[in-house]
């Protein structure tokens, strides 16, 4: 396997990116962002690298006693902390800087990837001008989606599913409600969030596929009973299911109990009722919003910002885009 280093020398910040890959593939054609774009970047937007080096601090990729990969960063020196939940797999950890173009980043992503569609991953952002502290941590009950400026404020939001809600109500992984998460940056709480009834207008447009496909099926013409539960109606009634969850996620539970009545028997949403609340209630995501819908209480929202059209990064380029402060070295050799 070859191995290969890049030095990216930036105005202020020296950066190394020490690179694991093998031969590299061709880039992918071009796509600079212009004044007023939404920076956006998937799973594959991360970095499959060994290491990135600042002017203070590192983050490196190493193998525990039992051969399990993980990430440990430093700074000064010093151990910041580690990342660990990383498998056997060293391409499964990856990073991200953010800003993407910005040759001085403020945030390191870092993160722990289960290589599948839908399969568990693991977040956190650190703050590398305050001290390295750790702004968010998620856990192997997420799925991410990606990570997005959706309000244009500077502070990027992530994006992704949860994992909490399987086999709800005797539905199969595949049809159980995989509600959409959004964490933002909270400033009095000084650190992210999930805050779903922020972003309703975009988690609507999942949630109103799920619920028009329901009202096309002939399920929804009549009041659903559970006990005429099979796999016929399972498969419509997973959208009912799907779009109530979603909606609690976004603090509207009476407009998602009033949507439940309306097309089950009063036994039926008693007890998918329940249900739900039962998953809501171990919920921690849910009980971020609903702490925070709390905190907001009686405070209008923020004028509504609407972004430009998104990028969103899928490859490394981006790398080569961190100008004009920036060059790009000869390969370095990387050891073990």
């Not at 930036?10 to 212009?34: G, H, Q, R, T, Y």
């Not at 971020?288 to 209008?300: H, N, Y």
Request: charge should be neutral.
């Amino acid at each position: 396997m070859t191995t290969r280093g890049v030095w990216i020398l930036a105005a202020f910040m020296p950066i190394l990116v020490v690179n694991a890959w093998a031969a590299p593939e061709a880039d992918k054609p071009e796509i600079i962002s212009s004044p007023g774009q939404a920076m956006t970047a998937d799973a594959m937007g991360f970095l499959n690298v060994r290491a990135i080096r600042g002017k203070e601090w590192s983050v490196v990729r190493m193998k525990n006693a039992d051969g399990l990969w993980y990430a440990r960063l430093e700074a000064r020196g010093a151990l910041v902390t580690e990342f660990a939940d990383c498998g056997n797999r060293e391409d499964w950890i990856r990073f991200m800087l953010w800003p993407i173009d910005d040759p001085d980043p403020r945030f390191l992503l870092v993160l722990r990837y289960s290589g599948g569609v839908n399969g568990p991953d693991a977040l956190d952002i650190i703050h590398l001008k305050e001290n390295y502290r750790t702004l968010l941590k998620v856990s192997s009950d997420f799925n991410l989606t990606k990570v997005e400026d959706l309000n244009s404020d500077g502070w990027p939001e992530v994006i992704g599913k949860s994992r909490l809600y399987g086999n709800l109500l005797d539905l199969t992984r595949a049809m159980s409600p995989t509600p959409t998460l959004i964490f933002s940056y909270r400033e009095d709480a000084k650190q992210y969030l999930c805050q779903n009834q922020k972003f309703r207008e975009k988690i609507g447009e999942t949630a109103d596929a799920r619920r028009k496909s329901f009202e096309q099926n002939p399920v929804s013409k009549h009041a659903f009973s559970y006990e005429k539960w099979n796999e016929t109606s399972r498969a419509a009634c997973a959208d009912l299911v799907a779009w109530v969850t979603e909606t609690c996620l976004m603090g509207d539970e009476a407009s998602a109990w009033a949507y439940l009545q309306q097309y089950t028997t009063p036994d039926t949403a008693v007890e998918i009722k329940a249900a739900i609340q039962e998953r809501l209630e171990a919920d921690p995501y849910y009980k971020a919003v609903k702490r925070t819908q709390e905190r907001d209480k009686g405070v209008s929202d923020q004028p509504k910002v609407t972004p430009g059209p998104s990028q969103t990064h899928t490859s490394h380029a981006w790398l080569k885009r961190i100008k004009p402060a920036v060059e790009l070295e000869a390969s370095i050799p990387v050891g073990g």
